[in-house]
């Protein structure tokens, strides 16, 4: 009798039916973890996001620069708030308890205004931390607070001409923790951890580093172009581009002392197509510099091309250094072999016919 394809397939089963009901456990196992995983996934991705979006507020947009730019800035872009924001150090003294790497934000009444929360009441030294913080630290209502910090400049540290270890020690006084729901986890980078952050007057802040007037951080809800309001209203001193006249020339320079290569490239379009004529200048510091015998330290040479300087001069060329040897002979014209020739046949005697 032959056997049919569901005889046969029958028959193999109940053969096999211990591999074959291992197979199936298996797959059944293997089915029901990644599901699980998937689910689980979901759902961590999903914890996250929430936890970023609460601590961002009313955050749709920010507004950014390596230097500190006009506060005044906030008041032409609707629905936003300045403040400051920066990496410190905080010491409880009276425990002698220290915390580094915390968040400091400098703000006012216009960041909870613009989160639509209720300010806290701040005086001049007022301080108050996140609830990590706050757990960390452990001070007690109206103990001193010390935060030390960098202060900001226009010259990245890291350059020759930028100040090294400057930093500002800010007396504070605690008020108190704040709240998750009342921003005290505010944060502009997610982070599953939690948030260690100090909240003090922004006027304070900005006194003690010496930025009266400016920031470097701007918020801005959701429904506000940024970007259009950015251009509409930014000025030069925003970039930290300084122009001033300098008799029949205008001089151009930042706050930091290095132009970026966009912005001298855009700054030379623009010069030459209002027909200016474009002098590139570099300012160094030289450590030492020696002479006939006398040394001057520290002194600022300045390079510029030497035809702009005095329109004759020309750049002399590079010395090439002989080389020792028979001395190569001199290149000679096609009219000085012609010559030469003429003089050899005057001189060759006269032919004599042999007959």
Not at 305 to 327: S, Y
């Amino acid at each position: 009798m032959p056997l049919s394809p569901a005889m046969l397939l029958r028959r193999s089963l109940a053969h096999y039916w211990r591999t074959s009901s291992a197979v199936v456990a298996g797959v059944l196992i293997a089915v029901a973890v990644l599901g699980g995983a998937l689910l689980t996934g979901s759902s961590v991705r999903a914890s996250l996001r929430r936890i970023a979006l609460e601590r961002l507020g009313n955050t749709h947009t920010i507004l950014t620069a390596s230097t500190l730019f006009r506060e005044q800035l906030a008041v032409s872009i609707p629905r936003s708030a300045p403040l400051l924001s920066f990496e410190g150090l905080l010491t409880h003294p009276t425990s002698r308890r220290r915390a580094g790497q915390i968040l400091v934000y400098g703000v006012d009444e216009r960041f909870w205004q613009f989160h639509n929360l209720p300010a806290p009441a701040m005086g001049d030294r007022s301080a108050y931390l996140s609830p990590a913080l706050a757990a960390e630290l452990a001070p007690a209502p109206s103990d001193t607070l010390l935060l030390r910090l960098e202060k900001p400049g226009d010259i990245p540290a890291e350059s020759i001409h930028g100040r090294k270890d400057e930093a500002a020690a800010i007396r504070l006084r605690y008020e108190g923790p704040l709240a998750a729901d009342h921003l005290g986890e505010f944060a502009l980078r997610p982070s599953q951890g939690a948030i260690r952050a100090v909240f003090v007057p922004l006027r304070r802040l900005q006194s003690d580093l010496d930025a009266a007037g400016r920031v470097n951080l701007l918020l801005t809800a959701e429904g506000t172009d940024a970007a259009a309001e950015l251009r509409r209203h930014f000025t030069l001193a925003d970039l930290g581009i300084r122009t001033k006249p300098a008799g029949d020339a205008l001089h151009l320079d930042t706050l930091s002392g290095v132009l970026s290569p966009a912005l001298a490239a855009a700054a030379t379009h623009i010069a030459r197509d209002a027909g200016f004529t474009v002098t590139p200048v570099l300012t160094y510091l030289a450590n030492t510099i020696r002479a006939n015998g006398r040394t001057v330290p520290y002194s600022l040479v300045a390079a510029l091309p030497l035809h702009q300087i005095t329109p004759a001069a020309t750049t002399p060329e590079p010395h090439r250094p002989q080389r020792l040897g028979r001395p190569r002979p001199q290149r000679q014209t096609r009219r000085h072999h012609l010559a030469r020739l003429l003089r050899l046949e005057r001189r060759r005697p006269p032919h004599h016919r042999i007959g």
